[in-house]
């Protein structure tokens, strides 16, 4: 039997990397005369620059130091195929690098991402793939801008602090963003829109640590700034009303006012892993990721998979944390079953814990039900 494993990242406790090769391990178990395809995925989050680096071949990955969202030194990565470069947002301005109790919006900045795009850029890349997704910001881009050149000025000229918060007293950018005219992509499988209630600060604020009267604060500051983004050179008409304009904390607003077009984070890993050919050579895949729910229905990375096995007729099984989304849900984006860590456990301390061991053990109990 062919199977294909291509989970997700379980966000917070297992990487894709590691999450895939554990589920591998139990089946071969279980079933070592199957033949396993080993492909861990990203939607553009958290994992999307590893992942990449393990299906591109010919890439070659450079390390970039940079700043976290709090400003505190991180590490980041440039995964360069080519004259394309694939960058991760997350590794400079993700959740996961922040404490619980260190969460707030208002102060988090995506200023950490410029380094990166400039490496990128100088190490001979004319298009840059950025990856979005996992974020603890909520500043539209402009730490971002202020690293490429471009900081938020106060109607005194002064430059802003850090944040989204301070971005209600904006009034312009001190100077122009400059990355060589490289062509920009944005990574995501986020269609939100940058304002109101469907917005990157409604949605995804509270999970950021944002409190409802952060969020309106949030909400007012990137209505002040998106007027200042609509104003740059490239800036599509209609800005922050784009699919994907709401993307980590708005970032994806700053980069389509920089020219950048929009891209599934699926899709585009879907291509670049050719999880479609393999999809058509296989008699069972198996997806997953930390929760799958209703987020996980509009198009991230299970919703892809699933779909794409469905078209062709490939049973698709999940593997999650925890599952949150009914049968008929799932049934319809074209999960046959699905099963989740927490209830294979019996607890949700032991999930968190144990994730590994968990899909190990998963691995080995369903290859013995599905293996012939």
Same mark, same amino acid.
């Given at each position: ?15 894709? %990397? ?39 071949? =010919? ?44 969460? *707030?919006?208002? =102060? ?89 209630? =469907? ?14 009267? *952060?969020?309106?604060?949030? *909400? ?114 074209? %999960?046959?079953?699905? =099963?989740?860590? %927490? ?30």
């Amino acid at each position: 039997m062919r199977v294909l494993v291509c989970p997700d990242k379980f966000a917070g406790t297992i990487s894709a %990397v590691d999450a895939a090769e554990a589920f591998a391990e139990g089946w071969r178990k279980a079933a070592p005369g199957d033949e396993l395809i080993v492909r861990p995925l990203s939607d553009g989050g958290p994992g999307f620059a590893g992942v990449l680096a393990a299906a591109l071949p =010919h890439a070659r990955v450079l390390t970039v130091p940079t700043t976290g969202p709090l400003g505190r030194p991180a590490e980041g990565h440039v995964v360069l195929d080519g004259t394309t470069a694939y960058v991760e947002s997350a590794e400079a301005c993700g959740l996961h690098l922040l404490a619980e109790a260190e969460r *707030d919006p208002k =102060h988090t900045s995506t200023f950490g991402l410029g380094p990166l795009l400039l490496a990128a850029v100088e190490a001979g890349a004319t298009t840059l793939v950025v990856g979005l997704g996992g974020s603890a910001t909520n500043d539209g881009g402009a730490g971002l801008l202020a690293a490429l050149g471009a900081a938020p000025l106060s109607s005194a000229g002064y430059a802003l602090p850090y944040g989204g918060a301070a971005l209600i007293d904006c009034v312009s950018l001190g100077g122009v963003p400059r990355l060589r005219g490289a062509d920009l992509v944005a990574a995501t499988d986020v269609d939100s829109p940058l304002l109101g209630l =469907h917005g990157a600060s409604a949605v995804y604020g509270p999970q950021k640590g944002a409190t409802r009267e *952060d969020v309106f604060l949030l *909400d007012a500051a990137l209505t002040r700034f998106a007027d200042v983004l609509q104003a740059l050179p490239a800036a599509p008409a209609g800005l922050p009303d784009l699919p994907g304009a709401g993307a980590a904390g708005g970032l994806g607003a700053a980069l389509l006012a920089l020219g950048a077009r929009v891209e599934s984070g699926i899709g585009l890993v879907r291509r670049l892993t050719r999880l479609d050919a393999e999809l058509e050579e296989v008699s069972l895949v198996v997806t997953g990721e930390g929760a799958f729910d209703e987020q996980s229905l509009r198009g991230k990375v299970v919703a892809g998979v699933a779909n794409a096995a469905r078209d062709l007729g490939v049973p698709c099984v999940v593997v999650a944390g925890r599952v949150d989304a009914g049968r008929r849900e799932a049934a319809s984006i074209g %999960v046959t079953e699905a =099963h989740a860590l %927490v209830e294979h456990f019996g607890s949700v301390a032991d999930a968190l814990a144990r994730p590994a061991d968990g899909l190990r053990e998963l691995g080995e109990r369903l290859a013995r039900q599905w293996s012939r």
